[in-house]
C-alpha cells in the first residue's frame, strides 16, 4: 500500500485486556482475526498507521486512558495478529469512540 494510502487510513484499537495498552511487556501483542473490524473487506492491515489506544476499565464502557501511537511489525499467524505497540503521547478519547467494544478498527 502506498505511503498516501496509510496517511488516509486509521485504526482505532480498543481493549480492557490487563497491562495495555502502555505495561506490555516488550510491547508486543496480539489480536484475533475476529477483533478485527473493517470498513472494507479488501483492506490490508499495514505498520507505521497513527492509531488510537484506547483501555477500558474490564467488563465497563468506561475509558480508563486512550494514547495515540502507531502499530508496527504486524505478523499474521494462523489464529492471531501480532504487532508491536509504540505509544507517542497521552491524549483524550473522542466521544465517538467511547461506546466502541474490544476490537481492531480499520478507518478509511
Given at each position: 500500500?502506498?505511503g498516501v494510502n496509510n496517511r488516509a487510513m486509521k485504526y482505532?484499537?480498543?481493549?480492557?485486556?490487563?497491562?495495555?495498552?502502555?505495561?506490555?511487556?516488550?510491547?508486543?501483542?496480539?489480536?484475533?482475526?475476529?477483533?478485527?473490524?473493517?470498513?472494507?473487506?479488501?483492506?490490508?492491515?499495514?505498520?507505521?498507521?497513527?492509531?488510537?489506544?484506547?483501555?477500558?476499565?474490564?467488563?465497563?464502557?468506561?475509558?480508563?486512558?486512550?494514547?495515540?501511537?502507531?502499530?508496527?511489525?504486524?505478523?499474521?499467524?494462523?489464529?492471531?495478529?501480532?504487532?508491536?505497540?509504540?505509544?507517542?503521547?497521552?491524549?483524550?478519547?473522542?466521544?465517538?469512540?467511547?461506546?466502541?467494544?474490544?476490537?481492531?478498527?480499520?478507518?478509511?
Amino acid at each position: 500500500m502506498s505511503g498516501v494510502n496509510n496517511r488516509a487510513m486509521k485504526y482505532v484499537m480498543v481493549t480492557d485486556f490487563d497491562k495495555h495498552w502502555d505495561r506490555i511487556p516488550g510491547n508486543f501483542t496480539s489480536y484475533s482475526p475476529k477483533m478485527i473490524k473493517q470498513q472494507s473487506r479488501n483492506t490490508q492491515l499495514v505498520s507505521g498507521v497513527e492509531t488510537l489506544f484506547i483501555k477500558k476499565v474490564p467488563g465497563t464502557d468506561t475509558v480508563e486512558k486512550t494514547w495515540i501511537g502507531k502499530v508496527n511489525d504486524i505478523q499474521k499467524m494462523p489464529g492471531k495478529i501480532f504487532f508491536r505497540v509504540q505509544i507517542e503521547k497521552e491524549t483524550e478519547c473522542p466521544d465517538k469512540y467511547r461506546a466502541y467494544g474490544n476490537g481492531w478498527y480499520v478507518e478509511e
